[in-house]
């Protein structure tokens, strides 16, 4: 009877180490991933508009109808990225993806940035030389440390109503994005 529980919780156990390595390594897997469909979008070194979430439609991306979405993908081995502009009074926020779809850095105008967003994305390398101060950055530059040179900037406005939605999407194209290599 022993046995036969050592043998059932043996089995149990390498089952479950089975099955967490088959669920960690499918995302790695997969052909379709969010980096590989913005691509599709050519959002390289500059802030690209989604369009309005309908419901009912597709959503491939999964994002939240109620928001405007722009984003822009850098390469921070071209050199530093830089994100700046001035956004609406209302809710908004920035995160940093690496290609991997993981958040690296978020922040939002409630953090007491108000409406101007000033971000310079570094690499580890390009931090080293801010710190021995051979580059040279604007006043009040909000200073990230990136551990990907690849990444995927996503800022989302909140407008408090639908009819504002046109108005933030222009403010929000006008946001600056990209490296100045």
């Known amino acids: 009877m022993i ?36 691509a599709d979008l050519d959002a390289d070194n500059h802030m690209v508009i989604l369009p309005p979430i309908v419901a009912g439609e597709a959503n491939p991306l999964g994002l939240d109808p109620a928001l405007a979405y722009g984003l822009c993908r850098v390469d921070l081995s071209q ?54 101060q051979q580059l040279d950055i604007a006043e009040g530059l909000l200073v990230v440390e ?15 109503h639908q009819a504002m939605r046109q108005r933030f999407e222009q403010e929000l194209s006008e946001v600056e994005c990209g490296t100045r290599g």
């Open 3 to 38: 046995r036969f529980l050592l043998w059932l919780l043996g089995g149990v156990v390498l089952g479950g180490i089975i099955h967490i390595v088959v669920i960690l390594t499918l995302p790695a897997l997969a052909e379709q991933s969010v980096w590989s469909r913005v």
């Open 79 to 132: 050199g530093p990225a830089y994100v700046s502009g001035v956004l609406p009074d209302a809710f908004w926020s920035v995160a940093l993806f690496n290609p991997s779809g993981i958040v690296t850095y978020s922040t939002t105008n409630r953090d007491g940035i108000g409406q101007t967003l000033q971000l310079g994305i570094f690499n580890a390398a390009q931090t080293r030389l801010l710190a021995q």
């Open 146 to 160: 990136s551990t990907s040179d690849r990444l995927l900037i996503l800022v989302r406005l909140a407008p408090p």
